[in-house]
Nanobody
Framework: QVQLVESGGGSVQPGGSLRLSCASS????????MGWLRQAPGKEREFVAT????????KYGDSVKGRFTISRDNSKNEVYLQMNNLKPEDTALYYC????????????????WGQGTQVFVSS
């Protein structure tokens, strides 16, 4: 398992942008597929985006396609989520997670989780 720490959450108006970051400790980061998932109050945890070990492959949840971009920097052991055109329904606790699979999309496919960073979208 890897240790993951998210940052970059906050409050933003609809249409605004935020960039989330996730830092990993250790030297095994590049061996993990990485993902972002979120959980809104009263709802189940939801897949947002995943990126392959190399960073060349990505997948997105339908609700964020065209607005969010996941990326990673294996030299820094970090993964990012650029969120544009944010909507009130994007309000949630956002988690960074690591998987032994290259393109994990199911919540159960992720083995290590951060504590989450809160995103709040409201006018």
């Amino acid at each position: 398992q890897v240790q993951l720490v998210e940052s970059g959450g906050g409050s933003v108006q609809p249409g605004g942008s935020l960039r989330l970051s996730c830092a990993s400790s250790g030297s095994t980061f590049r061996y993990y597929g990485m993902g972002w998932l979120r959980q809104a109050p009263g709802k189940e945890r939801e897949f947002v985006a995943t990126i392959s070990r190399s960073g060349y492959g990505t997948k997105y949840g339908d609700s964020v396609k065209g607005r969010f971009t996941i990326s990673r920097d294996n030299s820094k052991n970090e993964v990012y989520l650029q969120m544009n055109n944010l909507k009130p329904e994007d309000t949630a606790l956002y988690y960074c997670a690591a998987s032994g699979s290259n393109f994990a999309v199911a919540v159960g496919d992720f083995d290590s989780w951060g504590q989450g960073t809160q995103v709040f979208v409201s006018s």
